[in-house]
T-cell receptor
């Protein structure tokens, strides 16, 4: 089965360091999403891309977060500088827009801890 | 107002019994889709079942079925013959036409524990 691949699975780093999370979407999917999951806020949409173009990043703190999709097989989410409140699980998902019943498929997530 | 409301923070059920997880939604769109995802303790998000707003029949997928009541704006997940492996967090989500059928809005989730 095709899967969304995220790396790394776990990341522990100190406050102020740059963090880069990577995602390989399912081949053929035209939309890529970044979510953050915390106990307090649940699942929040940070940003998403369609055909590699950023469509909405209103969920991201703009001063420290950036999301890019340099090619169809790679999406990245960067945090610079990182802060303890960024500790969360970050999910990437991909899907087909326009396919009404097509679900988003999620990666296994990156569990991020900022000390 | 919350778009997706899951009122049960936690549910307990015995193995082999059926369980219903509640989900109500709020939208002014006529066209939308409802999804259920399962998140086991290992953390991954697994798609379970989909219901379209124009679907006349309730969706079914193996032991999962969706009790869709459009007038009440509810889309409850029914798991029949619960198994120990069903213990997980369950999320209801909605995709609306007004979002271009792009983004999902998730509820807060319901933790299901299945006991032997």
């Amino acid at each position: 089965d095709a899967r969304v691949t995220q790396t790394p699975r776990h990341k522990v780093t100190e406050m102020g360091q740059e963090v880069t999370m990577r995602c390989q979407p399912i081949l053929g999917h035209n939309t890529v999403f970044w979510y953050r999951q915390t106990m307090m806020q649940g699942l929040e949409l940070l940003a998403y891309f369609r055909n590699r173009a950023p469509l909405d990043d209103s969920g991201m703190p703009k001063d420290r977060f950036s999301a890019e999709m340099p090619d169809a097989t790679l999406a990245t989410l960067k945090i610079q500088p990182s802060e303890p409140r960024d500790s969360a699980v970050y999910f990437c998902a991909s899907g087909l827009v326009g396919g009404g019943d097509q679900p988003q498929h999620f990666g296994d997530g990156t569990r991020l801890s900022i000390l | 107002a919350q778009k997706i409301t899951q009122t049960q923070p936690g549910m307990f059920v015995q193995e082999k019994e059926a369980v219903t997880l509640d989900c109500t939604y709020d939208t002014s769109d006529q066209s939308y889709g409802l999804f259920w995802y399962k998140q086991p303790s290992s953390g991954e998000m697994i798609f379970l079942i989909y219901q379209g707003s124009y679907d006349e029949q309730n969706a079914t997928e193996g032991r999962y079925s969706l009790n869709f009541q459009k007038a009440r704006k509810s889309a409850n997940l029914v798991i029949s013959a619960s198994q120990l492996g069903d213990s997980a967090m369950y999320f209801c989500a909605m995709r609306e036409r007004s979002s271009g059928y792009s983004t999902l809005t998730f509820g807060k989730g319901t933790m299901l524990l299945v006991s032997p």
